[in-house]
């Protein structure tokens, strides 16, 4: 059976290799604020309230979104459950894998960025989610990098 193409897909993945260790990855891609600085569907999260919900506005649209993180540290997994104030369902999640693990040093890791189609999403909007995630791998690669930098940096002063 021939392969989907990737807009009629049920799902997406995108990876990247980053130069910063897998424990600083997972801490950072767990922190709705880091989040909020590269994901084009919730842009800027902040808190509601003393709950575990975020909300963040859509680069795309500025439709509001509404995040919940479950963080996983054992097995390097995050949850991203995505929907509305009142009801979410994972949809996203994030798999860090330690460099020494796929063939790297522990000073790398290797980052898995995924998403599943539910059956009734439109065509347009998975297409664009998947494109988004497919940028949204390198930003968040740029960004834990030059956090880890600025970070090296400040303890050497």
Known sequence: MPAEPANESIAHQAAAHVA??????LERLADP?????????????????DSSVYRGHSLFDGSEAF?????????????????????????VSIRVVPGNVVGLDDGRCLVVLMA???HSTPYERWNRTCRAHEAEI????????????????????
């Open 116 to 118: 599943w189609r539910v």
């Open 20 to 25: 910063v260790p897998a424990r600083f990855a």
């Open 67 to 91: 995040v919940e993180f479950q963080p996983h540290p054992g097995t390097g997994l995050i949850d991203y459950h995505v929907g509305t104030q009142e009801a979410r369902s994972p949809r």
């Open 33 to 49: 604020g880091f989040v909020g600085g590269w994901a084009l569907g919730s842009m800027n999260l902040s808190r509601l309230g």
């Open 138 to 157: 390198l930003i968040l690669k740029g960004q834990l990098e030059s956090a880890l930098a600025d970070s090296q940096r400040r303890e050497q002063t």
